[in-house]
């Protein structure tokens, strides 16, 4: 069945930086687009970045120029590398396959001084 497993979560200052890891399992991972979104408390979940099969890339215009999305279709997995952390990005972030109607647990970001 479909899994999609977050990781890399953490407690970080504002300025610092964390990398997410989603590891995907049960689906072609290379035929798919892959999103990652965030919630935050009390908020809408939020389309936080894309990447296509081809490789091209979006961004919300909150984390552009700060956060950078990859894949790896030799593993299965895509990447959030996520720079210069604002309070504001505090919230669970989680991965998504578009199409697929699978959320896994997500990873809980803080970015707090």
């Known amino acids: 069945q479909v899994q999609l497993v977050e990781s890399g979560g953490g407690l970080v200052q504002p300025g610092g930086s964390l990398r997410l890891s989603c590891a995907a399992s049960g689906i072609i991972f290379s035929i798919y687009v892959m999103d990652w979104y965030r919630q935050a408390p009390g908020k809408q979940r939020e389309l936080v970045a894309t990447i296509t099969r081809a490789y091209s890339t979006t961004y919300a215009d909150s984390v ?8 790896d279709n030799a593993k299965n997995t895509v990447s959030l590398q996520m720079n210069n952390l ?6 669970v972030y989680f991965c998504t396959a578009r199409g697929i109607h699978y959320w896994g647990q997500g990873t809980q970001v803080t970015v707090s001084s």
């Open 64 to 71: 552009k120029g700060r956060f950078t999305i990859s894949r």
């Open 86 to 91: 604002k309070p504001e990005d505090t919230a």
